[in-house]
């Protein structure tokens, strides 16, 4: 079985967020970058543990730049067996999912793997636009996966309870919570990640379709008003005049 899974970089969520060039670009600086957990968490250890289970090869794309190969490195040490970089700064969901479907198109995978969405934008765009461009079935927000030979049986929340899916592989599927648990990477895992592949490949042209206006701040949250339990009156006037629903 052959599992590609889209691994990207957010910022770590303790970070301090800020803009430049006339709030058009994020500010990097100082910035600490981990693997979205999303696509460690749920989507990467899923893929290792089917092919712990049915054997096969698991392997990594990420579109960014040589910056980005620490992140990769971890999810080699993970339990990825190898990795690709598509060199080219991921500039929006569109011109990612369009390299990864290039490199995806000419090596026949089982199973494509993306996180539900990342923590930075919240787009959750990736995994529907692959599969748009892939011509392959798409599995939205899947809490679970099973194969058996070449089905794949995915289960997803909906309102008011789950959604059993069963698909012919190929498919692409967007792993959300419970999907698998955290695996933390051990010395072994560390150790081996360094001598893993990590190939490099140049990006396909791609069309441009989005540009960044500006960014701004969300607007400072006001301090809290505290009411005496015993002044019921004062909390009720409160609620009605000044409480805002969000």
């Known amino acids: 079985m052959k599992i590609l899974v889209c691994i990207s970089k957010s910022p770590d ?3 301090k967020i800020a803009f430049t060039d006339n709030n058009t670009r994020f500010d990097e600086s100082g910035v600490q970058y981990i693997v979205n957990p999303y696509d460690e968490w749920y989507a990467l250890v899923r893929a290792i543990e089917l092919k712990e289970k049915h054997g096969g090869e698991v392997t990594t794309i990420t579109v960014g730049t040589a910056a980005d190969d620490s992140i990769i490195r971890k999810a080699l040490a ?6 690709v970089r598509v060199n080219q700064e991921a500039k929006d969901a569109y011109s990612v999912a369009f390299q990864i479907a290039e490199y995806a198109k000419a090596n026949n995978f089982d199973i494509i793997f993306t996180g539900k969405e990342t923590i930075n934008f919240n787009g959750a765009q990736i995994g529907g636009m692959v599969s ?12 679970s996966l099973e194969v058996e030979g070449t089905t794949a049986t995915a289960t997803r929340e909906i309102v008011g309870g789950e959604e059993i899916l069963e698909v012919n592989l190929p498919i692409v599927i967007s792993a959300s919570k419970g999907m698998a648990e955290q695996r933390i990477p051990n010395m072994r895992g560390i150790m081996a990640a360094r001598t893993k592949p990590l190939q490099v490949v140049e990006p396909v042209a791609c069309e441009d379709l989005v ?6 701040l969300p607007a400072a949250k006001s301090a809290c008003k505290y009411v005496d339990p015993s002044n019921m009156k004062e909390l009720v006037e409160l609620l ?7």
């Open 13 to 15: 969520t303790t970070s």
């Open 78 to 83: 993970i339990g990825a067996d190898n990795a």
């Open 132 to 143: 748009e461009l892939l011509d392959l079935p798409f599995v939205a927000l899947a809490t």
């Open 211 to 216: 540009t960044y206006e500006s960014f701004e």
């Open 240 to 246: 009605h005049n000044e409480a805002k629903v969000i």
